[in-house]
């Protein structure tokens, strides 16, 4: 089955700066892959997503790319701020039977230092 | 809030016994997903279902677990003989197709003491 490994496992980064988050995945027929933000005692929230079809996606401060051949994919937060700090979730799934079976890497503590 | 909805947030109960979680998806999700995460972890698949069919199931999910969507919107999931590695927080998420993005719910917190 899919397996997802993810880089750091704690990040602090000075505000104004960027993080950088790299997972890895092992199924290369894995097409969707999310990112989620969980802050402390919240729901996982989806910040950006990325498909297979596609090596780069933005959103405002946000970025996912994604290198199939390599089969790794990375999220880069620049001109981060406080409300940045939070756990970070990568994830990978495959579309079977309209079921979309996210597989999630073991998760990134960001800390953005004032 | 038209989020995803579950109940109740926080579960206390003795080894042995028996829970029961709701979980109210957004109302036009058919999609609904079972997760469960533990302290320090990201969330594991538990089961799936499409509408009211359960088409899915991880080898996670013991005999002593079942879910059920009886009418294809609520669905409760249930713990018979609760176990010490029951205690996690027990995650259900919602999409409207298949490929769309997973919305999760605030989730239930079980504690087996």
């Known amino acids: 089955g899919e397996n997802v490994e993810q880089h750091p496992s704690t990040l602090s980064v000075q505000e104004g700066d960027s993080a950088v988050i790299k997972c890895t995945y092992s199924?290369?027929?894995?097409?969707?892959f999310p990112w989620y933000k969980q802050e402390l005692g919240k729901r996982p929230q989806l910040i950006i997503d990325?498909?297979?079809?596609?090596g780069e996606k933005k959103d405002q401060r946000i970025a996912v790319t994604l290198n199939k051949t390599a089969k790794h994919f990375s999220l880069h937060i620049t001109e981060t701020q406080p409300e940045d700090s939070a756990v970070y979730f990568c994830?990978?799934?495959?579309?079977?039977?309209?079921?979309?079976?996210?597989?999630f890497g073991q998760g990134t503590r960001l800390t953005i230092n004032p | 809030d038209t989020g995803v909805s579950q109940d109740p947030r926080h579960k206390i109960t003795k080894r042995g016994q028996n829970v029961t979680f709701r979980c109210d998806p957004i109302?036009?999700?058919?999609?609904l997903y079972w997760y469960r995460q533990t302290l320090g972890q990201g969330p594991e698949f538990l089961t799936y279902?499409?509408?009211?069919?359960?088409?899915?199931k991880s080898r996670l999910l013991s005999d002593r677990f079942s879910a059920e969507r009886p009418k294809g919107s609520f669905s409760t999931l249930e713990i018979q003989r609760t176990e010490q590695g029951d205690s996690a927080m027990y995650l259900c998420?919602?999409?409207?197709?298949?490929?769309?993005?997973?919305?999760f719910g605030d989730g239930t917190r079980l504690s087996i003491l």
């Open positions: 994830a990978a799934s495959i579309t079977v039977q309209g079921a979309q079976k996210l597989v």
């Open positions: 998420a919602s999409a409207s197709a298949g490929g769309k993005p997973q919305h």
């Open positions: 990325i498909r297979s079809n596609v």
């Open positions: 109302s036009e999700h058919n999609r």
């Open positions: 279902f499409q509408n009211e069919a359960q088409l899915e």
């Open positions: 199924d290369s027929a894995s097409n969707y």
